[in-house]
């Protein structure tokens, strides 16, 4: 005999609420809640179909682009539409939403078609990522925006400055050389210092110069994030400017 909501909220009742307490949101209705912890796999196998968290996944992306863009203009008002934009964009993502996951251990709530199951679909980042976007999808639908802010928002405190600097080293080339040839019609030249450590584990230290001087280094597992980081230390010190 195949499942139902009701039926798997019976059976999980002591998990949702195990859930519930990570989240901090308790619940009016546990079905939706529960439906969104259902993934097609499961609703194929035991004809439920119409009752897994696709839906709800849809709606929690749209969640999430305003919860997250709002947060961003909140945390950082300097910050115009193009880095805000990239800075979400870093962690509005499939390996975001799947690290998230991971924190709160949302696999281990999940219900699974068998196969699924035992081909690890509990750690997949694709089932993971959608799961984590159909519980803000579910809260949503439980109560309201406000609801979701207060439940979710925090998850993505603990990452905000990181994720932010990231961004700002991932783009140093580019806006090095964009301030060097706005200021000396000019570009900045990249010299490889040091490579080193075994070949598995390449370890790269890269110099920026201009006018003949140094004005950044960077150290990386690659030659270009060493370049990045190393436009980034010049970016950070502007001894070019002196």
Not at 123 to 137: D, M, N, T, Y
Not at 188 to 193: A, R
Request: charged content about 30%.
């Amino acid at each position: 005999m195949g499942e139902n909501i009701e039926s798997l909220v019976r059976r999980n009742k002591v998990r949702l609420a195990e859930l519930e307490e990570v989240l901090h949101y308790r619940f009016t209705n546990l079905r939706i809640l529960q439906r969104a912890l259902i993934h097609s796999s499961f609703a194929f196998e035991n004809d439920v179909q119409g009752h897994d968290n696709e839906r709800l996944e849809y709606l929690g992306d749209a969640v999430f682009d305003l919860i997250v863009g709002h947060l961003l203009m909140r945390s950082y008002p300097e910050m115009h539409e193009g880095e805000l934009t990239r800075l979400r964009a870093s962690m509005v993502n499939e390996h975001s939403f799947a690290s998230l996951a991971r924190r709160i251990n949302l696999g281990s709530f999940l219900e699974l078609g068998k196969g699924e199951d035992m081909n690890q679909g509990r750690q997949k980042p694709r089932i993971l990522s959608c799961a984590w976007e159909a519980v803000a999808g579910a809260i949503f639908i439980d109560s309201d925006y406000a609801a979701v802010v207060e439940a979710l928002e925090r998850f993505f405190l603990l990452d905000l400055n990181t994720k932010k600097e990231e961004m700002f080293i991932a783009d140093s080339k580019s806006r090095l050389q964009e301030d060097l040839q706005e200021r000396f019609s000019e570009a900045p030249t990249y010299l490889l210092d040091e490579e080193d450590g075994p070949s598995h584990a390449r370890v790269f230290t890269v110099s920026v110069c201009f006018h003949d001087d140094v004005i950044g280094r960077g150290t990386a597992g690659s030659k270009k994030e060493a370049e990045q980081r190393a436009a980034h230390d010049a970016l950070t010190t502007k001894l070019w400017l002196q």
